[in-house]
């Protein structure tokens, strides 16, 4: 088992995207994104990187197993909307959810077998028919392993030609993780041929990103089969956004258009709708200012602040020691007795990798089971470098500020909150101005005047988002007339 050391270069986005674009459109492109996750691990987490190489074929194989035995083998319908979920947390799933709610009955559901397993509840309300993709996949691979796997070693291969030297080990090192990859790439392809083969009335294909295999495979099958395709924005737009794949992108706000359309790789349609999943926080919005409100008057706001840290310490936008600078500005806070800080960790990111790179044993993690308006429910403030939950906190009357060091200024993509602080101390500071009763009025008149920047049609965003769909499947409805 060959373990990565410090030495090795990080791999980049940039880096892959290079060695990846002489096969755009096709399956080997489609795993460029899984396999940029896969390969930043070399640094963040070697041992897991060592061990996935090793048995990440068997955990595959087996989770299509599992998803096989609830398998229902039609694919057949006349649906009009495809909708595409390769993530159950709520920037995935969630995103897609206020839509599959209006437009369930007309819909079909395509999810990986976590998706379908830890959302079965809410799929069964919305009404959509659903097709497990793992299942369908694993149902699809019978007595071909073995020319699918050969398929897959010539692929690698001819990726492994254009892989510059300095990863030339770490690409060796994956070859199983990478091929592994590439077969579930090409079962999911066909299976995604045999849906539109077998469901003519399919209108639009709607994901919650552009660049995963499976997100990214229907895309290009439904462009190949003449259906438009919808990304609906699920976050903040990073590096593995670009370049987009699909024919329209439907944007929060005006200020996160500005920000795309200008990136190199933006090769979609933009459109400024809004955010559906934040359609939901405007009730919590008037609720919490009510109840500020009455704290206020009954003074008990003064002399304290409950913060909350939406943390990412997964993320392989920063390298490790990054991570430890962005943490290490919420110490000012821990020694200071009128701050209490919890911490809220990201569905993808552990206890225990937080507190290694944080060095702080006695601080305060949110349950798991907690959602976020409830852990915004009781706070203060909000702080954050980069998490989309930041946006959230604004949504519901939460003055937000970001930690933004100047090292890592150009990754903190497109957020511009009224409280920036470079370090601990600035932190502080500003979090000292929200004590007062007129800094903080002072402060959420500002952050209320950027709201509409970012989330455009709020709190109408569903109806506005797919009116926009409408639009367009109209216009193409138009051209294709006009062109018979």
Not at 1 to 18: E, G
Not at 382 to 400: G, K, R
Request: proline share 4%.
């Amino acid at each position: 088992m060959w373990l990565p050391n410090s030495s090795m270069k990080p791999v980049t986005w940039n880096s892959i995207c290079d060695m990846f674009v002489p096969f755009a459109g096709s399956c080997l492109y489609s795993i460029r994104a899984d396999a940029f996750f896969h390969l930043a691990q070399a640094g963040s987490a070697p041992a897991k990187f060592a061990a996935k190489n090793s048995l990440y074929p068997a955990f595959a194989w087996g989770r299509a197993a599992r998803a096989r035995r609830g398998l229902d083998a039609s694919l057949a319908g006349d649906s009009r909307y495809l909708f595409i979920c390769d993530y159950a947390a709520e920037p995935g799933f969630g995103t897609l959810r206020p839509l599959l709610q209006k437009l369930g009955q007309e819909s079909l559901f395509v999810g990986l077998d976590d998706v379908v397993q830890a959302r079965a509840a809410e799929l069964t309300h919305v009404r959509a028919a659903l097709v497990n993709l793992d299942a369908e996949m694993f149902a699809s691979r019978k007595r071909r392993m073995g020319r699918l796997w050969t398929r897959a070693q010539k692929d690698f291969n001819l990726l492994l030609e254009g892989c510059p030297q300095e990863y030339q080990r770490q690409f060796v090192a994956s070859r199983n993780v990478m091929q592994t990859l590439l077969v579930r790439a090409y079962l999911y392809r066909e299976v995604y041929e045999r849906l539109f083969a077998k469901n003519r009335a399919l209108a639009a294909v709607v994901t919650h990103n552009d660049f995963t295999t499976s997100s990214y495979l229907a895309c290009v099958v439904a462009r190949e089969a003449g259906v438009k395709s919808f990304t609906l924005q699920h976050g903040f737009p990073t590096q593995e956004y670009f370049p987009t794949s699909a024919d329209h992108y439907l944007v929060w706000g005006q200020r996160f258009h500005d920000y795309m359309v200008v990136r190199p790789g933006m090769q979609s349609n933009l459109i400024v709708a809004g955010a559906p999943r934040f359609d939901g926080l405007a009730k919590a919005r008037n609720s919490r200012s009510a109840m500020r409100l009455k704290r206020e008057e009954n003074g008990n706001c003064a002399g304290r602040c409950d913060v909350v840290f939406f943390s990412q310490s997964h993320s392989p936008l920063f390298t490790e020691a990054e991570h430890r600078l962005i943490l290490a500005a919420l110490k000012p806070l821990l020694d200071d007795h009128r701050f209490h800080v919890v911490v809220r960790l990201h569905p993808q990111e552990t206890e225990k990798r937080f507190r290694r790179l944080s060095g702080f044993d006695r601080i305060t993690i949110a349950p798991r089971d907690l959602s976020l308006q409830e852990t915004l429910s009781s706070a203060d403030v909000a702080i954050s470098c980069n998490s989309t939950a930041m946006l959230e906190a604004m949504a519901v009357d939460v003055p937000v500020v970001q930690i933004a060091p100047e090292e890592l200024q150009d990754r903190l993509g497109i957020i511009e909150p009224c409280g920036v602080a470079r370090n601990g101390q600035e932190l502080r500071q500003c979090l000292q101005t929200l004590l007062l009763a007129e800094g903080r009025r002072i402060f959420m008149e500002k952050q209320n005047q950027l709201l509409h920047g970012y989330l455009s049609n709020f709190p109408h965003a569903t109806d506005a988002v797919c009116g926009s769909i409408e639009e367009e499947l109209v216009c193409n409805l138009d051209v294709v007339e006009a062109k018979v």
